[in-house]
């Protein structure tokens, strides 16, 4: 007799029992609060159904439409947080229950948003490639409004303990791209203020500026710092990338973040950059001369800067070095061939 076997039918038996009866409830109406202690129940056998979740949400509001009070709601939703907690621990890469969670969150009184990110930060330390904790994370960041610095530290603090760490290359591009967009609309505002100044210089002699205008005049000058500090932690970001490719070169996550970091680079001074990262790629592939994603970011390299040049002699010749690169990866990594292949199709425009 498999006693396995029969433990697991009497499991499924047990799940299939509390299915029924909650799907009762919801069918009939009960949006009480024990039709939430039954559903609540069948999520720690299985918290990966849709159904339960929305009933659950379906009760909160019926609930929440009985006026019960700040207090009682801060007490619900407190309950609420422990039961996900372990459903998390059950299924911690589930949709419904990270919905379920920012759901809760964004309806809870007086929410402890610091704790919140506190449960985060220790989740990542379990799973450090948790995309659902990472987002969730971003929008706990968004409601403490921490700053762009605090959340790039962290991001390299994580990326540091492992450099494979996907998600949190991707977390630092959200941020790298919010520096950017933050640059562009001060330089737009700047515009628009220099057209400003412009008018007023012609009615208003420059000795007889109105306190103001002084104080305008400022602000420019502290933008002007803003955008020199900007400037430098982007230059400092290359200089990170760049020094995880020497720790970790066959890990696919940095090339591919510091293909995309070149791709995000201003025109003014691109080509320089795209040379400097050229020498260094070429440096570390005179080390690791295999190293498949070193081989692929040189070629993406090549390209790009065969974009920046109008000499079609240049052009050619990184056109056959990046060819020459492509048939070395065939040779060198025969079972791929499908996928160097495809990768020079996507580039037919240059290959």
Request: aromatic letters at 12%.
């Amino acid at each position: 007799m498999n006693t396995k076997l029969d433990g697991d039918l009497k499991k499924i038996d047990n799940f299939l029992k509390q299915r029924d009866v909650v799907l009762q409830k919801r069918k009939e109406g009960d949006f009480s609060l024990d039709s939430l202690e039954s559903v609540q129940k069948i999520l720690l056998i299985n918290p990966d159904v849709a159904t339960f979740w929305a009933f659950i949400k379906e009760i909160y509001e019926h609930y929440e439409a009985t006026s019960p009070g700040i207090e009682k709601l801060i007490e619900i939703y407190k309950k609420d947080r422990a039961h996900v907690e372990k459903c998390m621990g059950i299924h911690p890469k589930s949709y419904y229950i990270w919905y379920h969670r920012r759901w809760t969150s964004e309806r809870t009184p007086q929410m402890d948003w610091k704790k919140e990110l506190k449960l985060c930060n220790y989740l990542l330390t379990l799973d450090k490639r948790n995309f659902h904790c990472w987002n969730y994370r971003r929008f706990v960041v968004s409601q403490l409004k921490l700053s762009l610095k605090e959340e790039l530290d962290f991001t390299t603090f994580k990326i540091e303990e492992n450099f494979s760490n996907y998600s949190a290359w991707h977390n630092r591009s959200t941020i790298v791209t919010t520096f950017k967009r933050s640059k562009e609309n001060k330089n737009v505002k700047e515009n628009e203020k220099e057209k400003e100044n412009e008018k007023e210089k012609e009615n208003e002699n420059e000795n007889e500026k109105t306190e103001e205008q002084k104080e305008k005049q400022e602000k420019e000058e502290k933008k002007k710092i803003n955008d020199e500090e900007f400037t430098f932690k982007f230059q400092e970001e290359f200089e990170f990338v760049q020094n995880a490719l020497y720790v970790d070169p066959e890990d696919q996550s940095t090339w591919i973040y510091l293909q995309w970091l070149i791709s995000q680079s201003s025109n003014e001074g691109k080509l320089e950059r795209i040379n400097t990262t050229i020498q260094v790629v070429e440096e570390l592939l005179g080390i690791e001369p295999k190293s498949k994603w070193g081989n692929l970011t040189l070629v993406f390299l090549l390209r790009e800067k065969a974009n920046k040049v109008d000499d079609e002699d240049k052009q050619s010749n990184l056109r056959n070095h990046a060819k020459e690169i492509i048939n070395k990866l065939i040779k060198l990594d025969p079972r791929h061939t499908n996928f160097y292949n495809d990768f020079a199709n996507s580039n037919k425009s240059f290959l």
